[in-house]
């Protein structure tokens, strides 16, 4: 059983601050002065990790927060060690999150403590991902600690909520690569732990060809992956039903080690990069800075109507208030699958590829190339199309009549117009008839 340090919970930016007056989760703006999120923090928590003292005693002042947390690793502490896995940070951003696990750990008596996986989600987060565990393993007393092994887990949910997917599969396969690269050089066997959904939206997709698609290197006969709720039955409801999707996991491991998928060549890299920026600028200018965005959203499919359902293990939001960066990913994801309109899925690609066909006509033979000869790029689009195919934009459009306000009717349209065009243009990438 993983257990899942939630800093969504106590807010993006916030910490354990240790005072004389007692431990409370405290935001890092209010404390730049007196302790860096960083470096200080960082040396404080080795220094108490390698000192012996207490770092509280039993008339702690305790938070609701703070209670629950400790009150988990004392329940871990109690029960025999083989009865968990992983303790897995979510929203990691810095080595501290990790040594922060690891000292309550200790503090809470956790006698064979549980292996610490922080879990970079967001897009700026994963591309710091590699520089922050790079600090991490560059720290004595972690080597020391985790004798040459290490997981890291990407999640595909957040981050295609925060800048689309597209944006998100690039930064996904490029962190990969980066955090392979400074494991080696620091020696240690990295396991990549792939937090991924199971529609397309969350990461989702046929197991074999999302394994064969991962960049080379990054596999190497072991890997870790979640399974949704909403896909266990179909995956391993039946004996005969679990034994093949095992196969297929054990199977496209071994294809993947044995025949690695080809590495993208310098200039499909460069244009990646380039469109990956313009499809993220597009994405967060509708679903982020648009203003009646969210009303409309909240109108047009049945995202509220989730938030009173009873079907989740955790709330629908990470916050009662806020817009969408504060909805979890599912409700977002599913709210247009039922109006089979699929936005979070294919917004952005269409503006990306429409930019680099407009700047050079020569774009559109690589991206040709790039379908026919990389397997990355191949699954990736498609995915998407596999969603334009089960998408139907008139069930949209009678959503929006029957419990959208007039006013925004022609915000419908606006976006109706952007899938028809993303459409098109997927197609005369993969030179596909509709």
């Not at 005693?57 to 502490?77: S, Y």
Request: contains cysteine; glycine residues 8%; charged residues 25%.
């Amino acid at each position: 059983m993983d257990r899942k340090l939630k800093r969504g919970q106590r807010g993006r930016g916030r910490m354990l601050v240790v005072s004389d007056g007692g431990v409370g989760w405290s935001s890092v703006e209010k404390i730049k002065g007196w302790w860096s999120f960083g470096e200080r923090r960082q040396e404080w928590l080795l220094s108490e990790l390698g000192g012996k003292r207490p770092l509280f005693g039993p008339d702690l002042p305790k938070t609701e927060e703070i209670a629950d947390v400790l009150d988990t690793l004392h329940v871990i502490a109690e029960l025999p060690s083989d009865c968990f896995g992983a303790y897995i940070i979510s929203m990691a951003t810095a080595p501290s999150d990790v040594l922060a696990v690891e000292l309550l750990q200790r503090e809470c008596h956790v006698k064979q403590p549980l292996r610490v996986v922080p879990l970079f989600e967001k897009l700026d987060d994963l591309e710091a991902a590699p520089a922050a565990v790079t600090r991490l393993f560059s720290i004595e007393w972690y080597r020391n600690r985790i004798k040459g092994k290490q997981e890291v887990m990407i999640g595909y949910s957040d981050s295609g909520k925060d800048a689309g997917r597209f944006s998100a599969a690039w930064q996904l396969y490029k962190a990969q690569e980066e955090l392979v690269k400074v494991a080696k050089e620091h020696g240690v066997k990295l396991v990549m732990f792939h937090g991924r959904g199971g529609t397309v939206g969350r990461g989702g997709g046929p197991t074999h060809l999302a394994i064969l698609s991962q960049p080379p290197d990054t596999i190497n006969g072991s890997l870790r992956v979640t399974v949704q709720g909403e896909v266990i039955e179909q995956s391993f409801g039946e004996e005969h039903l679990c034994f093949r999707t095992l196969q297929r996991f054990t199977a496209a491991t071994l294809e993947h080690g044995m025949h690695p998928p080809v590495s993208p060549k310098p200039e499909w890299r460069a244009l990646m990069d380039e469109i990956a920026v313009i499809a993220t600028e597009k994405y967060r200018s509708i679903v982020f800075k648009e203003p009646r965005f969210v009303e409309y959203f909240r109108l047009a499919t049945p995202e509220l109507e989730y938030g009173r359902m009873n079907i989740g293990s955790r709330p629908s939001k990470r916050k009662p208030s806020g817009g969408i960066e504060s909805l979890r990913a599912i409700p977002w994801i599913f709210a247009w699958t039922q109006t089979r309109f699929h936005l979070p899925v294919w917004l952005g690609f269409g503006a990306a590829f429409r930019y680099a066909v407009d700047k050079d006509i020569k774009n559109l033979r690589m991206f040709h190339e790039m379908y026919n000869a990389w397997p990355f790029f191949r699954v990736t689009i498609d995915l998407v199309e596999m969603v334009f195919a089960k998408g139907d934009p008139g069930i949209a459009a009678l959503y929006d009549k029957l419990l959208v306000s007039e006013d925004l009717w022609s915000f419908g349209e606006l976006l109706r117009s952007k899938y028809e065009e993303t459409r098109t243009l997927l197609l005369q990438v993969t030179i596909h008839e509709f």
